[in-house]
């Protein structure tokens, strides 16, 4: 089935990774006003291509990901795209990178895993239908599932958690009520071992994951 949906981020990626202090501009790419360097970009053509830190940094822009009237970082997904591997919709979506080389470095999700966290404030823009899905944020593990996806659906988002290692089991949470069109900001974090979830400023969830999701690796995605 045909779909698409467009996600505008006012900032992504914590607003210390807004590089002009003064604001964004709707006459900078994505890669002049934040920090992408240790982010790739996949696109949602035939061949679901990548776009390397570099590019991001030089200026790339494109109708799947660009800077709108407002300045905002905006993601453009058509239903008729191409999928990475593993993955039934397409993404114009951001993925971390903790090493640029190495897409195997991430980090784990234990008591001596440190402190990750990605955030930012976002606006659900035209959508083909009222009820389209959009996930905005990820954990996921290397060659594994996702720990937790954060998911726009008809003025709600969602965190769907897994419960166990399998990752064939989750949970589904209401995190927050938003209308289309209207400002909103989520973080999600990991600190030594327990994820933690917010949404407008506020935390709606502690779930303690290491005991189950220590074994792999992880790293963020963000995007539509």
């Known amino acids: 089935m045909m779909h698409s949906s467009l996600l505008l981020v006012v900032i992504i990626l914590g ?32 061949s679901a291509s990548e776009i390397s830190p570099d590019d991001l940094e030089d200026d790339y822009e494109s109708s799947y990901f660009y800077t709108a009237s407002d300045g905002s970082m905006t993601f453009y997904v058509p239903g008729s795209g191409g999928t990475t591997d593993n993955a039934k ?18 980090w784990k999700a234990s008591s ?26 990820q954990i996921h593990a290397y060659d594994a599932p ?31 009520e938003v209308d289309q069109y ?12 327990y994820l933690k979830l917010y949404f407008n400023g506020s935390q709606k969830k502690s779930i ?13 995605k963000a995007g539509n």
């Open 89 to 106: 919709y397409p993404r114009s979506e951001l993925r971390q990178l903790c090493n640029d080389d190495n897409d195997r470095y991430n």
């Open 146 to 176: 996702p720990l937790v996806k954060i998911q726009y659906q008809s003025g709600k988002v969602y965190a769907l958690v897994k419960t166990d290692s399998s990752g064939n089991n989750e949970d589904k949470f209401t995190i927050g």
């Open 15 to 46: 607003s210390n990774n807004v590089k002009d202090v003064n604001g964004l501009s709707s006459s900078k790419s994505p890669g002049d006003q934040f920090r992408l360097n240790n982010w790739k970009l996949t696109l949602p053509d035939s």
């Open 208 to 220: 303690k994951v290491r005991d189950y999701w220590s074994g792999y690796t992880n790293y963020f």
């Open 112 to 137: 001596s895993g440190g402190y990750h966290y990605v955030d930012g404030k976002y606006k659900i823009g035209k959508l083909d239908s009222s009820s389209r899905k959009v996930v905005i944020q």
């Open 182 to 193: 209207t400002q909103f900001s989520l973080k999600t974090v990991m600190s030594s071992g």
